[in-house]
């Protein structure tokens, strides 16, 4: 029998994960060139491309920074749903319900921004509340499992949106198609077209993950996810817990909804979503569970959804980019897997070995 | 040693279908069995008693194969044999059926039966397979449906899928850990019939057990382990369950006397800190497993609780420290009724809590030493001030803590699991014993541990009486339990037999009412 040459240890070290994800990275982009190469394409070219219209410019950062505000929410959104060990697959419902919340506050009340824009973001963030209450409740009080539940929610999410921007909110000023007319409010630009939902975006990040480690609300979510007997035991009310992180993250959602509807797109429209509240479970897989690791797995995510853009102006199939966005998480998923390996220190003389 | 003849019934100059000699293993710290000689012969029904961590189930694994002994030999029919796999040993007809089966849920019994078993024919139908099923079925008498799904089937029938799927492999030594554990009365009577069976066959069978009346009712000769070694081997006919109970906790008692208080230590509270009142539980089942149990407890004292494990401890334990609610009967803490069993109430009073599964339900391993350590004073300053977490105060306690306890930790902010299962459970003693301002209640705390650390958690124990807090204290260690109680109580069947002075006990009373027979039976003048 071979002696085993490799150990798996149950928790990996930050730094090897760190090291891992970037072989994996530079790994997904040689197979992606020597792929793009054969089909006829040139690999150097397109990556010159790809760099120049994402970090290599101004209009590249302005638009990276657009795709990483959502992502940021939803990403935190769901990290904050797994630190009490549960999983919000509904964000993009959420996301969807936050967004018709601000848009019918936008179209149905009259006033200045200063007063619309605040009860937008409140109506946002009740909006993607209200789409995970039953979820929630369901969760808390039956034990229902929520990623059956939080995910269903989602179909319906996206087709209200449908009816609505095809029916009663239809646009009949330019006529648009499956929109809405232009909001007459938006977040105020900060740089270039970036809003200034991008940095409370980030502020709300960080401060997440403050609430979560500093905090005794933090400190019972994360005993409660970890262990919920041991919750138990500690005397933790375990159920208004699980209601209140919920709730927290449909909010999160509901929030990253509204800033896309009032900062970047301007009108609610059926598909806007973007399959942002999906990407928003890849940045927490990529965060492993701490909220301050959504910032550069947002970015990363931006950065593969930006490329992807840049790609489709070069005659590539969006499933092409759908499968390079795979490929480059699949590897990741492989170096975090191979980071918990660590090469065992053989005890037996190697005369031995048969 | 007790080398045995062929005994009646058995064929002179037959060897024993298994023999071990001289069995050791070992495990980091711990000698998991030591110099186990075990002879089981044809046609006998064999139990292994012992407390939990006796080596039963070490012992069980050595024989089939899961674990290789580090001393000793095991003996087949006169032949010697190392097994390096489970597969080697059911080769050479051992089989063993877990307490937790092994069972794929969404196979049918048929598919379950053949599922990695070398002589399943290469291509086979579900009703080639169903018949064959049907026929092993009948050959052994325990009836089965060969086509159900194995979920659908209740806890025994899938326990006789398991013993089928080891007799159609042709075991001649069926080895079962706690097989009555999940059954219904009627579903044991059946499985005792059918092991009766079998034994008629000339087959052999061990059975792990806890349930001393079910021991007697089924085996022909009982082996009882201690601390990893054997005792002695016993007929049954010659046993009553008393003098197991007796033999299965008390070694050769050294008594010491640690009831004696020092210089200024609290005296004995005259009105009790907390009190059970005719309390009762009944769980999903329906069975009651706390029968109106009443006590009280006071400062300065320590009570102890002995018994067979799975008596009722567990729900004591829980009820005392609020994660279970009574069924019927009151509990009052300072005189004042209880209205629902929240264990936060418990920790505000002053109840601290070594559970018997700490490391399951008194940690949350993957999170850091530092936030397990705060685990119950995180509420409360200077770790929990205006609703904030400070991580650094919580820090300082964590170290603290671990000083106390005497563990080296190399890094507060690892997961706990990292560390050895003997240092979680002293940093989880300690930290109970911080916050038992009024009762500890201590289930089985010394579990686990070496004799060192054994003295070290007694002693925390009596310097608690010593500063005026009520102790209640779970042992299967008679040893340990006379050496530091005040007064102890008997678990039977969730009832509590008979709360008796300690000074004044002797194993045999304690003996007599582990087993279930009544103290007024036994020693008047002893009880209450």
Redesign the interface.
């Known amino acids: 029998m071979a002696a085993r040459a490799f150990q798996r240890l149950p928790s990996a070290p930050a730094g090897r994960i760190l090291v891992l994800r970037l072989v994996a990275i530079v790994l997904s982009l040689f197979i992606i060139a020597g792929v793009l190469a054969l089909s006829g394409h040139s690999p150097v070219t397109l990556a010159e491309l790809i760099l120049r219209s994402t970090l290599g410019s101004r209009f590249g950062l302005e638009d990276l920074a657009l795709f990483m505000c959502p992502l940021l929410l939803t990403g935190a959104a769901v990290t904050v749903c797994g630190t009490i060990g549960l999983w919000n697959i509904g964000a993009e419902g959420q996301f969807y319900a936050g967004a018709i919340a601000a848009t019918g506050v936008a179209l149905g009340l009259h006033g200045p921004a200063f007063v619309l824009l605040p009860v937008m973001t409140i109506a946002g963030i009740l909006g993607g509340m209200a789409w995970i209450t039953v979820p929630t409740l369901a969760r808390a009080y039956a034990g229902v499992n929520e990623i059956i539940t939080t995910l269903l929610l989602n179909f319906i999410a996206s087709l209200l949106t449908y009816y609505l921007t095809t029916g009663p909110w239809r646009d009949r000023i330019s006529g648009a198609q499956v929109s809405t007319q232009r909001l007459p409010v938006a977040i105020p630009e900060m740089w270039g077209i970036v809003h200034w939902g991008f940095p409370v975006a980030i502020v709300i990040v960080i401060a997440l993950a403050l609430v979560l480690s500093r905090t005794r609300w933090g400190y019972e979510i994360r005993i409660g996810g970890a262990n919920p007997e041991a919750a138990r035991y500690a005397g933790i009310p375990v159920r208004l817990r699980i209601i209140s992180v919920m709730l927290l993250s449909g909010g999160l959602a509901g929030l990253a909804g509204m800033f896309e509807v009032a900062g970047t797109v301007h009108r609610l429209q059926g598909g806007m979503a973007n399959n942002f509240g999906y990407l928003g479970i890849v940045v927490a897989v990529l965060a492993r569970g701490s909220c301050l690791n959504v910032i550069p797995a947002a970015l990363l995510m931006a950065l593969i959804l930006d490329s992807g853009i840049v790609m489709q102006t070069q005659q590539l199939s969006a499933s092409v980019v759908l499968a390079i966005t795979g490929l480059i998480l699949f590897m990741i998923a492989i170096g975090d897997e191979l980071a918990h390996y660590r090469p065992v220190a053989s005890t037996t003389p190697k005369g031995k070995a048969s | 040693m007790n080398k045995q003849s062929t005994p009646p019934g058995v064929a002179p100059g037959t060897p024993p279908v298994l023999q071990l000699r001289g069995i050791g293993k070992f495990f980091p710290g711990v000698i998991a069995n030591k110099d186990v000689d075990l002879d089981v012969w044809p046609g006998e029904i064999h139990a292994l008693l012992g407390e939990n961590g006796a080596g039963k189930s070490t012992l069980m694994n050595v024989v089939t194969g899961i674990y290789q002994p580090e001393e000793g030999e095991i003996i087949l029919d006169g032949y010697g044999q190392t097994f390096t796999s489970p597969q080697e040993a059911i080769r050479a007809g051992i089989g063993m059926v877990h307490q937790h089966f092994k069972l794929v849920q969404a196979f049918t019994v048929a598919e379950n039966i053949h599922l990695g078993w070398d002589e399943a024919p290469r291509i086979a139908s579900p009703a080639v397979m169903e018949a064959r099923t049907r026929e092993i079925s009948e050959r052994f008498g325990f009836p089965v449906r060969p086509d159900a799904r194995v979920c659908d089937l209740s806890a025994g029938e899938q326990q006789r899928v398991e013993i089928l799927r080891v007799l159609a492999r042709k075991a001649r030594l069926l080895i079962m850990d706690e097989p009555t554990a999940v059954l219904t009365p009627e579903e044991t009577g059946e499985l005792f019939r059918a092991l009766k069976a079998f034994r008629a066959q000339g087959n052999a069978v061990i059975i792990i057990s806890h349930k001393l009346d079910e021991v007697m009712e089924i085996s022909d000769r009982v082996s009882i382990l201690r601390g990893g070694r054997k005792i002695g081997t016993f007929n049954t006919a010659d046993c009553n369950p008393s003098m197991l109970a007796a033999t299965m906790v008390g070694r050769d008692i050294v008594r010491r006397n640690m009831r004696a208080r020092p210089e200024g230590a609290a005296p004995i509270a005259p009105d009790p800190v907390m009190q059970l009142r005719n309390v009762s539980v009944r769980d999903d089942r329906g069975v009651d497993t706390l029968r109106d149990v009443s006590l009280d407890l006071h400062g300065g004292e320590i009570l102890g609780i002995a018994g067979v494990a799975g008596n009722g401890q567990r729900e004591l334990t829980h009820v005392l420290t609020?994660?279970m609610a009574r069924t019927s009967g009151e509990i009052l803490l300072d005189g004042n009724l209880v209205e629902r069993a929240?264990?936060?109430?418990?920790?505000q009073a002053g109840v601290g809590?070594i559970?018997e599964d700490r490391l399951?339900?008194?940690?949350?391993?993957?999170?850091s030493v530092t936030?397990n350590m705060?685990?119950?004073e995180?509420?409360y300053p200077p770790i929990?001030t205006h609703?904030?977490?400070?991580?650094q105060a919580a820090g300082v306690l964590a170290g603290d803590i671990a000083e106390l306890a005497q563990v080296t930790i190399p890094d507060f902010a690892m997961?706990i699991?990292?560390l050895s299962g003997g240092n979680q459970q002293r940093l989880v003693a300690r930290r109970e014993i911080r916050i038992a301002s009024r009762v500890l209640v201590a289930a089985y705390p010394a579990r686990g541990l070496d004799i060192g650390a054994i003295a070290t958690m007694l002693g925390y124990l009596t310097d608690l009486r010593d500063q005026g807090v009520a102790v209640v204290f779970i042992s299967e260690d008679l040893e340990d339990l006379l050496n530091v109680s005040d007064r102890i109580g008997v678990m039977f069947h969730g009832r509590l037999m008979s709360v008796i002075d300690a000074e004044a006990a002797d194993m045999a009373t304690i003996g007599l009412l582990m087993g279930g027979r009544d103290a007024a039976d036994t020693q008047p003048g002893a009880t209450q």
């Not at chain 2, 399951?360 to 999170?367: G, K, T, Y």
């Not at chain 2, 609703?387 to 991580?391: M, Q």
Request: no cysteine; net charge positive.
């Open positions: 609020g994660l929240d264990p936060a109430l418990f920790v809590h559970p399951r339900s008194a940690l949350a391993p993957s999170l936030t705060a685990l119950r995180y509420p929990g609703g904030l977490y400070d991580a997961p699991r990292n």
